[in-house]
């Protein structure tokens, strides 16, 4: 199915992105443990820390994304992010790089992420139609995930040849050619229109939509407590790997990637298990399946016999996810007002890497007085339940039966 040439640049951008991203998978942690010999408290603050701030500093960037054109805010978060991220390489040249430095670059990433993704899912709904949302978000779930399966194998190599900032340049780069992908798209792009002055509430309208919405509510609260508890084990993950078991970089990198192709397998069956069997039970069945596979991570050995324990157990979360997080997106972009979107997903981003890094920082503190496979155990039992946050709504509204926000002008008959 062709969505047009807009969405042509739209989607190459998210693809070379992606890839930097993955290829650069974990690399904070990695330059943590690998160069400044960091433990598992000291890895989870940097996980946690630098991405709570910047949700809270992005906070009051969703009403300001909601009412200015998308494009211009999503090329100036990537060049942001790729200034950000070539202050390590430089730091790491002249030997001056340390913790601190660390934290401030996850800061201002972690923000201009939010940034971009509000305003991204505000763009992709004016630029694609309403049908066909399902299948854009699945074509952006299999680029994440081929980019997954390339990504962390290929990092890992240039980090073990090159050295440990060698990813976060390419990195860096992406999001130079992400931006000249977005200008690719063209002008054209009109300006939301606002007919009242800004308000207060305008910081709030995200989040109640989310939380007055019966379909959107589980949903959001499903996936903030699924997010964070699988999230908070990486860190610890890592320092259980790289450090008490010993893995390479590259051994690292490929228990991730090859369970990945899971996901490919996933994102390209949502849409027709969705046209099946209908987008709620499939978010549904999907919610709880993805639950049931983390505990078995807490059961990783030295060797091959490790290796594949961590394959397995992701193999089967990753593919749950596939199917889930491309229904999910749909679901969400339909059921919120366009004239709320942007500070919808702001408000999503925010409260989600906010309730991640909180947890991501307890489970440091966990490992640290228990030790990292006993925090990795906990976090699995504790996945177990949260599918009971998936309460069927008794009734599904439409977009339309949704009052528009008092700041965007009337919708036209």
Not at 205 to 230: K, Q, V
Request: charged share 10%; aromatic share 8%; proline share 8%.
């Amino acid at each position: 199915m062709k969505l047009g040439r807009q969405f042509g640049w739209l989607w190459g951008a998210y693809a070379v992105s992606t890839f930097g991203t993955w290829l650069a998978f974990d690399a904070f942690a990695m330059i943590a443990v690998l160069v400044l010999h960091a433990g598992s408290a000291e890895v989870s603050l940097l996980a946690s820390a630098g991405v709570a701030v910047g949700a809270v500093a992005a906070v009051p960037l969703g009403p300001w994304v909601e009412f200015r054109r998308k494009r211009p805010v999503m090329i100036t978060a990537d060049l942001v992010r790729c200034a950000a991220l070539l202050t390590l390489p430089v730091a790491y040249a002249l030997g001056v790089l340390g913790f601190g430095q660390l934290l401030a670059v996850s800061v201002i990433v972690g923000a201009a992420d939010i940034t971009f993704t509000a305003a991204s899912g505000a763009h992709l709904k004016t630029l694609v139609p309403p049908a066909d949302l399902l299948t854009a978000t699945s074509r952006f779930e299999s680029t994440s995930w081929i980019a997954t399966v390339l990504g962390p194998p290929l990092g890992g190599a240039a980090i073990g040849l090159v050295g440990p900032v060698t990813t976060v340049i390419a990195d860096a780069v992406s999001y130079v050619l992400s931006a000249l992908g977005i200008r690719a798209i063209g002008t054209g792009e009109p300006r939301p229109e606002r007919t009242a002055a800004p308000r207060a509430g305008d910081l709030l309208d995200g989040w109640r939509h989310l939380l007055t919405s019966p379909a959107l509510r589980p949903l959001f609260f499903n996936s903030l407590a699924n997010n964070a508890l699988i999230m908070a084990v990486l860190p610890v993950l890592s320092v259980l790997m790289l450090g008490h078991l010993g893995f390479a970089p590259w051994q690292y990198g490929l228990a991730f990637a090859v369970p990945s192709l899971g996901g490919l397998l996933g994102s390209r069956l949502a849409r027709p298990l969705a046209t099946r069997y209908g987008r709620r039970r499939v978010l549904l069945t999907t919610g709880v399946l993805r639950a049931l596979w983390s505990v078995g991570l807490a059961f990783v050995g030295p060797g091959v016999p490790g290796l594949l324990v961590v394959m397995v157990t992701e193999a089967g979360l990753i593919t749950c996810n596939g199917v889930f997080s491309p229904v999910l997106a749909a679901e969400r972009l339909d059921l919120t007002p366009s004239d709320r979107v942007a500070r919808t997903l702001a408000a999503w981003s925010v409260t989600g890497k906010a309730t991640t890094a909180a947890v991501t920082a307890l489970w440091g503190l966990l490992a640290a007085l228990t030790s990292p496979r006993t925090a990795i155990a906990t976090a699995g039992i504790l996945l177990l339940a949260t599918p009971l946050l998936l309460r069927r709504p008794t009734e599904r509204p439409s977009p339309a039966s949704v009052p528009p926000s008092p700041a965007a002008p009337p919708q036209s008959r």
